[in-house]
């Protein structure tokens, strides 16, 4: 019986184990990692490279950067999912992506088994299982490091009983690196009282003078910055790279895990929090009240969905199908301005803005309606008011 197995290899050190330990156990191992976005081509290079010092037969990078923007990130920033009013959903989004390519690729060289690091106690193992469950249920998944109740150290211990010492006590904070932002994870993010230190995060501060940024939407989508059109993927990437050097856009994420308990990560994400800021903030110009008030609820059901693991259910379809038809109108301009550790919304410009001058200032004249208008407007208006008080009182 064919013993090919497909492994999702990040290079870390649950990965590294899972590798080395289904390799000795006589496991045909083929390695993919899925290029979310954040890897350079000399981390690729390096990652392949140790890939096969773990005895593995065949190693594969996907570049998913492009599907993963198509996918997901677009529905993100029509829907400004931020969850629980923070977090921009930056490594949840990529498990999905990620769960998919792996899959398609096993089933394309006809793989009998999928494995991957996740522990007992996380959200990536709900992720990867349920979309390996769902697009190949005749595929074995294996999880060495969930099924052994491993820790760290006898992870550790058994590389490098197996001659492979890659300094694995020396990395303090765990980073995840992609397109929708940072993660990072350390001692201080498993308790509830202490903040990450400055040097946990990867970005630090470089720039201090202030510095405007024209961002061009066109039907939501980020099309342009300073004028320079590019697709939006690497828009995302420019900005990154602009507003990072501010420090921009970190915070510590509290939220429920799939499994039930709390859990506290923190992130950069200085791209993702000044796009859906910026693109909001245009959307409040554009759209109308009902509009921004059923985009909110929706946004948020496909935001918790969307990190449940719940992306091949059909209702995700009709919610981004939603997202979509709301854009029509939200194209224009929005200047921000970068500055350490924030960024303001200076304003939007753009031909669908309803705040026409046709129609009057909000607080000062009005052109369309006389006075009198209002006035049986807002008698009629308070009527439920006013019958429920005098019912009622």
Not at 60 to 88: C, E, R
Request: proline residues 3%; contains cysteine; aromatic residues 10%.
């Amino acid at each position: 019986m064919s013993k090919k197995l497909v492994i999702a290899y990040s290079g870390g050190l649950d990965t590294s184990y899972c590798a080395v330990s289904l390799s000795k156990a006589g496991y045909d191992i083929h390695a993919v990692s899925v290029n979310t976005g954040g890897f350079t081509q000399e981390e690729i290079k390096t990652i392949e490279s140790n890939a096969y010092k773990m005895g593995v037969s065949t190693y594969k990078n996907i570049d998913a950067v492009a599907s993963y923007y198509d996918k997901v990130i677009k529905y993100l920033i029509f829907g400004n999912v931020l969850k629980n009013n923070t977090y921009p959903l930056s490594v949840s989004a990529e498990r999905i992506i990620q769960a998919i390519e792996i899959v398609q690729y096993a089933k394309s060289i006809d793989a009998k088994y999928i494995a991957h690091g996740s522990t007992g106690a996380g959200n990536d193992q709900v992720r990867f299982d349920m979309i390996f469950q769902t697009l190949a249920p005749e595929i074995e998944i294996i999880t060495p490091i969930r099924d052994g109740k491993l820790t760290r150290q006898q992870e550790i211990d058994y590389l490098i009983e197996n001659g492979i010492d890659m300094s694995w006590n020396k990395a303090k904070y765990s980073v995840n690196k992609g397109l929708w932002g940072t993660s990072v994870g350390g001692e201080e993010t498993l308790t509830s009282e202490k903040p990450l230190p400055e040097s946990a995060y990867p970005s630090q501060l470089k720039h201090t003078d202030p510095e405007k940024v024209v961002l061009t939407f066109s039907e939501g989508e980020l099309v342009a910055l300073n004028g320079v059109e590019n697709n939006p993927e690497v828009n995302i990437e420019v900005l990154n790279n602009l507003a990072s050097a501010y420090a921009i856009g970190r915070d510590i994420h509290v939220g429920d895990t799939i499994v039930g308990i709390k859990g506290r990560v923190g992130f950069e994400a200085a791209a993702a929090l000044i796009i859906i800021k910026a693109h909001h903030l245009l959307e409040k110009h554009t759209l109308t009240k009902w509009q921004l008030q059923h985009k909110d609820y929706l946004s948020n059901f496909y935001g918790m969905h969307l990190h449940e693991g719940q992306y091949l259910d059909p209702v995700m379809r009709d919610m981004e199908a939603f997202l979509q038809s709301s854009q029509d109108k939200v194209s224009g301009d929005v200047t921000v301005t970068l500055k350490p550790y924030h960024f303001t919304l200076d304003g939007i410009k753009s031909k669908h803005d309803l705040m026409s001058a046709k129609f009057g200032s909000y607080g000062e004249e009005n052109k369309g309606w006389t006075a009198d208008e209002a006035k049986g407007f807002i008698k009629i208006f308070g009527n439920q008011n006013k019958i429920y008080q005098q019912v009622n009182n």
